[in-house]
Nanobody, 126 residues
Framework: QVQLVESGGGLVQTGGSLRLSCAASGRSFSRYAMGWFRQPPGKEREFVAAIRWSGANTYYTSSVKGRFTISRDNAKNTVYLQMNSLKPEDTAVYYC???????????????????WGQGTQVTVSS
């Protein structure tokens, strides 16, 4: 069992920055692919960014490329999402997720993630 706890959300003005953190329990964190998804109000949950177990490969949805950076610290069992140049359309509940099966993992497909956090609210005011 893996527990994920997000933190770092909040209210920020357009153009501001936030860093989300996701702390994971368990000893196998370094072997999991990790992802960030978000769910805007009234919309479905969507992919934001993902990172392989080693951190060597990262993936982003086009709308956040150049503004968001995903990273991980396997020694701390934590994955981060640095969000810069925030826009009102980034407003959403942000979730981190862990994929324990590397062979079945597809970064952008939420169905290939096995564990989810409870989410953290990010609100960007105009």
């Amino acid at each position: 069992q893996v527990q994920l706890v997000e933190s770092g959300g909040g209210l920020v003005q357009t153009g501001g920055s936030l860093r989300l953190s996701c702390a994971a329990s368990g000893r196998s964190f370094s072997r999991y692919a990790m992802g960030w998804f978000r769910q805007p109000p009234g919309k479905e949950r969507e992919f934001v960014a993902a990172i392989r177990w080693s951190g060597a490969n990262t993936y982003y949805t086009s709308s956040v490329k150049g503004r968001f950076t995903i990273s991980r610290d396997n020694a701390k069992n934590t994955v981060y999402l640095q969000m810069n140049s925030l826009k009102p359309e980034d407003t959403a509940v942000y979730y981190c997720a862990a994929a324990t099966s590397g062979s079945k993992w597809y970064a952008m497909d939420r169905r290939t993630y096995d564990y989810w956090g409870q989410g953290t609210q990010v609100t960007v005011s105009s």
